[in-house]
């Protein structure tokens, strides 16, 4: 796809403000790395064979491949004398390591080591827990580092791959690395239930991918929000969206999207339902890299029958709207007793949810949001 740079060069201007000191901005947010499922990189960027070297959520991290396809996740420097493993080979199911060439499996046993016969069990390594979900690599994160520690320790969730991949409904059409963006990674739930942006931030109907507003075409957003009852993790986004020109609605343009969280935002879903066409499936994914940078990526996935240039209509839409947000998020504060009026959307109730990402804060915060 396009390059987001390009995209951004021909782009309409944007007005930037002063920086302010992150740590001005970070000190008022909830703790940066909620607990959940975060997509580490592309399915093909880690080939049977090949290391990668990730830098996220505060740790430091191998991920790699073997020969039969497992893919293993341990902390990249080794415990040894701290050689980067990303550096090593693949031997069989193992990384080695690069300097001692000691030999790690993917739950971070070591396996072998050079002139020694048995190692002892006690020499290991900390692994993570990996999964692949439609072509995305993922990793398990819990802020709880004693948890993240222990091999036996399952994650709270699990990620639900969409079955209409599996089955050929929906088949892949593209995909846009956005790059990394000053936010924390709350803002994108907060989007969502602050209703009373829509008119303002997303209200003008824009040239897809590029984000030039069109003249007298406007946009009316009906949204809502919901967790889900039975599977905490997840909550729901709803917006029905009509274009009106010149005061007049067209209802015809009526259409209706979901966006649903698979926990605080490392994975979440926008799907679009075309009448008569199907359905369009976006992933849009956010990394902390650091405390106020995610690095966010889209994928998605469309019925066949969709013509790929009304699947990248609809996609460059969705990503002109989300890029209207970034210098809000770039230059926000977070207030944690917000002045909100009658007609805000559901943000205590929101922030009450996001809080079972915090295992270790979660009363405290939910209470902040009483
Ligand atoms: S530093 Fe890795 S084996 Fe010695
Ligand atoms: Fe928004």
Redesign the pocket.
Known sequence: MFSERLLRRLGPKRRTLPMVAEHVRLDTYPPPYPAGWYPLCASDEVEPGQTKFIQALGEQLVVYRANSGRLGLLDA???????N?AG?RVRGECIE??????NFAADGQVQS?PNVDTPARSLKTRAWSVREIDGHIAMWFSPDRAKAADASYQPDYELEPLEEVDDGRLVFRGQHDAGTIRMHLCEFAENSVDFQHFGPIHGKMMVPWLGFKIPGVNVQHVASWEADAEQSHKAYFCNEAVIEIAGRVLPKTRASATITFYGPAGFTTFRITLPELGDIVIYHTHLPVEPLLQHVRFRWYAAPNIPRLLVSYVVGNWIAQWREDIAIWENKVYRSKPMLIANDGPVHKMRRWFAQFYPAQTDVIRAAAE
């Open positions: 420097y080794c415990p040894h004398l701290g050689s493993l090593g390591c690069p300097f001692h060439r000691w080591i």
